[in-house]
Nanobody, 122 residues
Framework: VQLQAFGGGLVQAGGSLRLSCAASGRTFSSYTMGWFRQAPGKERELVAVISWSGDFTYYGDSVKGRFTISRDNAKNTVYLQLNSLKPEDTAVYYC????????????????WGQGTLVTVSS
């Protein structure tokens, strides 16, 4: 599966953004999908994961209660709603896909899209 993320931009602290990740291929609904982020000088961090059906989700501690992951299998798209943004949310955000069971392990994700930059100003 090929992935393309978009929707990043510059936003003030407290603001919101919605990221989208469009997937190619006819088997999108078979994939667990995840959003990850990487800030300059830091390791890649898991943000959120959603199961193939959308029934199960997992969030990193730093974004719980502020970010929401969702998916539309008819549109081959996964979304990440970012609310109550903080300057420390500034990072390049990546979407990724994993064909198999639900997982929150970064190294289980084999397909990655290019990132989209989110910058939160204070």
């Amino acid at each position: 599966v090929q992935l393309q993320a978009f929707g990043g931009g510059l936003v003030q602290a407290g603001g919101s953004l919605r990221l989208s990740c469009a997937a190619s291929g006819r088997t999108f609904s078979s994939y667990t999908m995840g959003w990850f982020r990487q800030a300059p000088g830091k390791e890649r961090e898991l943000v959120a994961v959603i199961s193939w059906s959308g029934d199960f989700t997992y969030y990193g501690d730093s974004v719980k209660g502020r970010f929401t992951i969702s998916r539309d299998n008819a549109k081959n798209t996964v979304y990440l709603q970012l609310n109550s943004l903080k300057p420390e949310d500034t990072a390049v955000y990546y979407c990724a896909a994993q064909l198999g069971g639900f997982t929150a392990v970064t190294t289980d994700f084999g397909s990655w899209g290019q990132g989209t930059l989110v910058t939160v100003s204070s």
